[in-house]
């Protein structure tokens, strides 16, 4: 009876064995993608799946942050793994909210970053999240508050105030994401916090920051005086 075992289980236990010795570190992203997809496929060398999706999507961050649907069209994944990927997405976005949480006071937009680019930077829509702060300035939770193309028609001043008087906080800082990577931002964008800035000033609530994420760079318009 044959007893060599199949040559993707010894890859398999080298990469984790890469992992456990020193992280991710010394992991390139196929290499991360490929110990990932162990967890998630039992029988079945993961490296060619795993070039295979670098090479449809781009990069480990644009494979994380891609369409369910479209992860799962790719020959070798199915919906489960593709709900697994996303999970992995969800549990950094969740992890990265709850490290803000433990900050002791928010003072700079820095602090706030790395959370804003886990929740939005690599999304294919405009999304416009609401951080709530308490009177300390520590983070009560977040909320997405709006889908699409962030205006004044899409989302009001009037409903973000509101929003913000519903979780009990004293302050928000607004965040949204430009999916063109452009953090420049718009008119709009500059209008609508102003508006937002008036109508919660006249209920006592502070407007902290509007931060805009892309994937690689962020503007804070408190930072630049735009509030």
């Known amino acids: 009876m044959p ?4 040559s993707y289980l010894g890859h398999r236990e080298r990469i984790r064995a890469k992992f456990a010795a020193s992280g991710l570190a010394p992991l390139a992203d196929h290499e991360v993608l490929e110990l990932l997809l162990t967890y998630a ?3 079945r060398d993961t490296k060619p799946l795993a070039w295979a999706l670098i090479k449809q999507f ?13 992860l799962a ?19 950094f976005t969740r992890y990265s909210l709850e490290e803000l949480r433990q900050t002791a006071t928010i003072r700079s937009p820095e602090q706030v970053v ?3 680019k886990a929740s939005l930077a ?35 001043p009037r409903k973000i ?3 913000t ?16 990577g452009d953090v420049t931002p718009s008119l709009e964008d500059i209008l609508l916090t102003q508006e937002v800035v008036e109508a919660a000033r006249l209920l006592g609530i502070s407007v902290y920051d509007h931060i805009i994420v892309g994937r690689q760079a962020y503007y804070s318009l408190k930072a630049n005086g735009k509030i």
């Not at 781009?58 to 479209?70: F, I, K, W, Y």
């Open 3 to 6: 007893t060599d075992k199949p």
């Open 41 to 43: 496929i039992a029988r």
């Open 58 to 70: 781009g990069s480990l961050g644009e494979v994380l942050d891609a369409d369910p649907a479209d």
């Open 73 to 91: 069209a790719v020959k070798g994944m199915g919906k489960g793994t593709a709900s697994f990927l996303k999970l992995v997405r969800a549990l």
């Open 114 to 116: 790395q959370y804003c």
């Open 122 to 156: 690599g999304r294919s829509e405009e999304c416009l999240e609401l951080i709530y702060l308490s009177v300390r300035n520590t983070v009560i939770r977040a909320e997405t508050v709006a889908l699409g193309l962030i205006d004044r028609v899409s989302i009001s």
């Open 161 to 163: 105030v509101e929003c």
């Open 165 to 180: 008087l519903a979780a009990k906080a004293s302050a928000v800082i607004l965040v949204h994401n430009h999916p063109s």
